[in-house]
Nanobody
């Protein structure tokens, strides 16, 4: 599985961005998908995750109520809608896939994810 993240950019605080992650391969539909982020000098952290069928989602406390994750299995794409952005959301955002089946349990550790996209920069100015 190859993952390609896009949609990052520069936005003012309070603004919105929508990240997309396009996946190759038909097995995408069976995987839990996650978004992580890494700011300079910090460890990579979990942002949001979604089960294979979109029924279960999970979010970091820092983004609950502001971010939404969704997927379109027909398009092999997962999305991260980010609203009410804050300067502390500034980071490189990565999408990742957990191939452990069945794709029902959304885990938050990056060590549980097997495939990673290249990352897309999100910068929120104050």
């Amino acid at each position: 599985v190859q993952l390609q993240a896009s949609g990052g950019g520069l936005v003012q605080a309070g603004g919105s961005l929508r990240l997309s992650c396009a996946a190759s391969g038909r097995t995408f539909i069976y995987y839990v998908m996650g978004w992580f982020r890494q700011a300079p000098g910090k460890e990579r952290e979990f942002v949001a995750g979604i089960s294979f069928n979109g029924v279960k989602t999970a979010f970091a406390d820092s983004v609950k109520g502001r971010f939404t994750i969704s997927r379109d299995n027909a398009k092999n794409t997962v999305y991260l809608q980010m609203d009410s952005l804050k300067p502390e959301d500034t980071a490189v955002y990565y999408c990742a896939a957990d191939r452990t089946g069945p794709g029902v349990v959304v885990t938050t550790s990056p060590f549980n994810y097997h495939y990673w996209g290249q990352g897309t920069q999100v910068t929120v100015s104050s």
